[in-house]
């Protein structure tokens, strides 16, 4: 009987630690994912300017002479620093500090004497995608709020508002400029390449 018993508490133990081993793993690989997650979908902190290159054919063909720079009216482009390696020297749109505003004539780009900025019409200019964090977002928690989708540069074309008065991106309308996630004051918006999806719910 006695021996039976410690069998029985012996395996029960097993048992225990097995499915306690089990449950261990899955909470790691539940993390895991998780955290992949954030890396993927992790917001864009800096953007090339309207009609650049692909990033492998822009970083060939940009003279890094600062043209675009001086010809943009809103001080949107900056000259990335040594600590971007190969990058170092190139335009960049910091969103955060100054988002790009979608000039008419795109100054910056007929300034470019390389081609690394090629003119395209502003509504195709694609630099990232907007994305609404509708957890943050006032409007969508009943706090009226337009900022996004008043201030846009191409307006319904990249972000409108719904029927219940919630901003909804429109892709491909959007072309990532950055402005509506400068001037939201929830700080709902983030920009992301725009082959991620357009909105958290």
């Known amino acids: 009987m006695e021996y039976t018993r410690r069998n029985f508490l012996s395996g029960f ?6 499915e306690l081993a089990q449950g261990a793993q899955a909470s790691l690989d539940a993390i895991h ?3 992949d997650r954030s890396v993927e979908e992790k917001p864009l902190e800096w953007l090339r300017p309207p009609g650049a290159l692909p990033e492998v054919e822009f970083l060939a063909t940009c003279e890094r002479c600062s043209k675009c720079l001086m010809a943009c009216p809103h001080d949107s482009i900056r ?3 040594f600590e971007f390696r190969e990058s170092e020297g190139t335009p960049a749109i910091i969103p955060s500090e100054t988002p790009c505003y979608l000039c008419k004539d795109l100054p910056c780009v007929a ?3 390389s081609g690394a900025l090629n003119l395209v019409d502003r509504a195709q200019a694609q630099m990232a995608l907007a994305r609404i964090d509708y957890k943050k977002c006032y409007a969508a928690n009943g706090q009226p709020c337009d900022y ?3 201030r846009c540069p191409l307006g319904a074309e990249a972000i409108e508002m719904d029927a219940s008065s919630t901003p909804v991106i429109r892709s491909p309308g959007c072309t990532g400029c950055g402005v509506c996630a400068y001037l ?3 700080d709902a918006i983030g920009l992301y390449d725009a082959g991620l999806p357009t909105a958290s719910l």
């Open 13 to 18: 133990a097993r048992r225990l630690m097995g």
């Open 33 to 35: 994912r998780d955290l």
């Open 79 to 81: 000259r990335l620093g």
């Open 111 to 113: 300034a470019c004497p």
């Open 148 to 150: 996004c989708a008043a």
């Open 184 to 186: 939201c004051p929830a």
